[in-house]
């Protein structure tokens, strides 16, 4: 069985600090992809990246980024210079590539971020 | 090009009623999903169609859910004699069909409240 975990419930910042969103995943399988969703007042889903277990490669995007480390089973995502359109509330998920084991993403229980001015 | 779209939005209904909620998936994305997100359970899967295939119902919390997929396309979830537990967002997500594993794309989801 696939769990993650999203240890910090809510994160207050103030606008222009950098916040780091943990994620901590727990699979047998070898082969799998983490993803990171964001879920705005809104309520919808928004993708926002998925990285496979054989790609350690740390990623950038804009204000965005992610620190991927299989030793440590750990997926954070950090936004620089945070904004107040980024109050959110962000997911890590996960799905294991297995065959047979079909498509469903294990999500953790979420991180509400709010920032502040 | 337009995303997953659901509706209702929201539905109101009581206790021991049936209710259906509808999803329309990405065009050109054969492969459909039902989550569900509730306060207590967190986000959790449902079920999961692919193309012709039978689907995979294990996420179903019971009998009173069931699901269908017409043509490949547009997929209702029915829930028979509604509880008060079963008060939670529905969301759908809908992924392209490749060799391995496929980005699931939401939708806003179904507000669901049994009173």
């Known amino acids: 069985a696939q769990k993650v975990t999203q240890a910090q419930t809510e994160i207050s910042v103030v606008e222009k600090e950098d916040v780091t969103l943990d994620c901590v995943y727990e699979?047998?399988?070898?082969?799998?992809?983490l993803f990171w969703y964001k879920q705005p007042p809104s309520g919808e889903l928004v993708f926002l990246i998925r990285?496979?277990?054989?790609?350690?490669q740390n990623e950038i995007s804009g204000r965005y980024s992610w620190n991927f480390q299989k030793s440590t089973s750990s997926f954070n995502f950090t936004i620089t210079a945070s904004q107040v359109v980024d109050s959110a509330v962000y997911f890590c998920?996960?799905?294991?590539?297995?065959?047979?084991?079909?498509?469903?993403?294990?999500f953790g229980t979420g991180t509400q971020l709010k920032v502040e001015l | 090009g337009a995303g997953v779209s659901q509706s209702p939005s929201n539905k109101v209904t009581e206790k021991g009623k049936d209710v259906e909620l509808r999803c329309d998936p990405i065009?050109?994305?054969?492969?459909l999903y039902w989550y569900r997100q509730s306060l207590g359970q967190g986000l959790e899967f449902l079920i999961y169609?692919?193309?012709?295939?039978?689907?995979?119902k294990s996420g179903l919390p019971s009998d009173r859910f069931s699901a269908e997929r017409t043509g490949g396309s547009v997929s209702t979830l029915t829930i028979q004699r509604t509880q008060q537990e079963d008060s939670a967002v529905y969301l759908c997500?809908?992924?392209?069909?490749?060799?391995?594993?496929?980005?699931?794309?939401f939708g806003p989801g179904t507000r669901l409240l049994v009173l």
């Open positions: 699979t047998r399988d070898t082969t799998y992809y």
């Open positions: 990285r496979n277990s054989f790609d350690e």
């Open positions: 065009s050109g994305h054969t492969a």
């Open positions: 998920a996960l799905i294991p590539a297995v065959t047979g084991g079909g498509n469903k993403l294990t």
């Open positions: 169609f692919q193309g012709n295939s039978a689907p995979d």
């Open positions: 997500a809908s992924s392209l069909a490749g060799q391995g594993i496929e980005t699931q794309y």
